[in-house]
């Protein structure tokens, strides 16, 4: 992939320097500018991702760079450089929409972050303002939607099992799409021609699934007033999907190890023995292995079960591909609502991209499908995520109270690796600057152990190093 190309902006040639040698060493492609006119005008006609500008240039304001770019080249993102004297020029050059500010003088780590977040925006309005013009054609209905390596990688792994016989288990949380994955592997298989069929065994009680998956003869039963076919019997050379394999009564996963090992089953109430062809595909948001060893399930059927086994990733794991998946049904819901809607804000597409989907894929289709019936405007911003009544709104994303253990355990997973984890950083950052880099103070400041804070400093990669670029005159 071509790196991201940056021009840095300043009179003083140690800064450009400074900046070019480190945002190299990170992959950036990088020019230079000591005249604010030059360098505005190379802005205008170059294929630049970002710019770095000094608010206080001898030629030409900072202010009026940014300002230009805002009207000719809104597609450059930029982070203006000031010194410490100059927060006027700073939160002016927010307000005509730079991205960030340095300032003056700052590390090396200061730097690359600033620039790994712009650039990352700016990929994010990038991806939004494609995903938007592309909008009715860009997907089919009923594909799957991912561009994540992991999801690649699952991908290659179904073209490789699908043309086989092969029992695959897949795993993952409720609402990853697993039956999506399991059909997909159908329609890639020798029996693509053939019957497609699922069971969720966390709708059936034992002795009702027992006789879905088997069926039963007449008079079996109370109720049971003919013959029918189970499962097993219908998807006879096709491909039986076992969803929830986790609920399972221990009882049917005995008659179902043995269908599996020997290709027979007799139905509920018979005396004849039917034969079935059937590739099994099963499915499980709990960890099997785990059951096995608390007894809850058959550790030979888990064997039988786990020859392929596939893990379909959380939508938080793979938050690049959550602004292709809102588009996906946002067209979608559009077509069957006969609404026009152009697409989202980049403030909302940042929300929803932000957010940990507890509920994965399922939950982000029924909020674009609320979303959709509640528009009434073209563009979905973040005030359409804070209506009223909506349930899955940004103040809810934030506050939302979890409904189950799974949801819990994703929230409190976010709440520290995310929220918590930026905070922390602050704090030791924050805590390092006022004791001049010096830990011991720092950590008496706050009172802390030093043993702890230098831990602490460890887990966020911070050291106490000064500023390595040289300082500006400004």
């Not at 410490?84 to 200061?110: I, R």
């Not at 999801?151 to 043309?163: G, H, N, R, S, Y």
């Not at 059937?278 to 550790?299: H, P, Q, S, W």
Request: glycine share 8%; charged share 30%; with cysteine.
């Amino acid at each position: 992939m071509k790196p991201a190309s940056i021009l840095v902006i300043d009179d003083e040639k140690a800064i450009c320097d400074g900046c070019r040698l480190i945002l190299k060493d990170q992959g950036y492609a990088v020019d230079v500018c000591q005249s604010g006119r030059k360098g505005l005008d190379m802005l205008l006609t170059g294929p630049y991702d970002l710019s770095l500008v000094d608010m206080k240039l001898p030629d030409i304001h900072g202010l009026e760079i940014i300002e230009t770019l805002k009207q000719e080249r809104p597609d450059i993102c930029v982070v203006a450089m000031t010194g410490y004297s100059s927060v006027e020029n700073a939160v002016a050059a927010m307000k005509l929409g730079a991205f960030d500010y340095l300032s003056k003088p700052f590390s090396d780590e200061d730097l690359v972050i600033a620039v790994d977040r712009a650039i990352e925006n700016k990929r994010l309005k990038d991806e939004n303002r494609f995903l938007r013009q592309q909008l009715a054609d860009r997907f089919d209905f009923g594909e799957i939607i991912g561009e994540n390596p992991r999801i690649l990688k699952l991908f290659d792994e179904i073209q490789k099992v699908a043309p086989t016989d092969t029992t695959v288990l897949l795993y993952g949380e409720t609402g990853t799409g697993k039956e999506l994955f399991a059909r997909a592997i159908h329609a890639q298989s020798r029996r693509s021609h053939r019957q497609f069929i699922a069971v969720d065994c966390s709708t059936f009680a034992p002795s009702v699934l027992e006789s879905e998956l088997f069926g039963h003869v007449r008079g079996a039963f109370t109720g049971a007033v003919k013959d029918k076919p189970g499962v097993l019997e219908m998807a006879d050379a096709g491909t039986f999907f076992l969803d929830e394999a986790a609920n399972l009564d221990l009882s049917i996963q005995g008659k179902l190890l043995r269908a599996m090992e020997t290709q027979e089953f007799r139905p509920v109430g018979g005396s004849h023995i039917k034969k079935s062809d059937v590739r099994i595909i099963a499915a499980a948001n709990r960890d099997l292995k785990v059951m096995v060893k608390e007894g809850a399930f058959r550790e030979d059927l888990f064997y039988r079960l786990n020859v392929f086994p596939l893990f379909i990733p959380p939508l938080r794991e793979r938050r690049d591909d959550i602004p292709r998946l809102l588009y996906h049904f946002l067209g979608l819901f559009c077509r069957q609502t006969g609404k026009r809607i152009d697409g989202f804000s980049d403030e909302a597409l940042e929300m929803l991209t932000s957010y940990a989907w507890p509920g994965n894929v399922r939950q982000l289709k029924n909020t674009v499908e609320r979303l959709v019936i509640l528009a009434d405007k073209p563009i979905l911003d973040d005030r359409s995520l804070s209506r009223k009544g909506d349930a899955d709104g940004p103040a809810s994303f934030r506050e939302r109270v979890p409904e189950t253990l799974e949801e819990l355990r994703a929230a409190k997973k976010d709440l520290i690796e995310n929220r918590f984890g930026q905070i922390e950083r602050a704090f030791l950052k924050q805590a390092l600057a006022a004791a001049d880099g010096n830990i011991t103070q720092a950590a008496r400041r706050v009172g802390m152990q030093r043993s702890n804070f230098s831990a602490l400093m460890k887990k966020h990669g911070l050291s106490s190093d000064g500023p390595r670029t040289p300082p500006s005159g400004e």
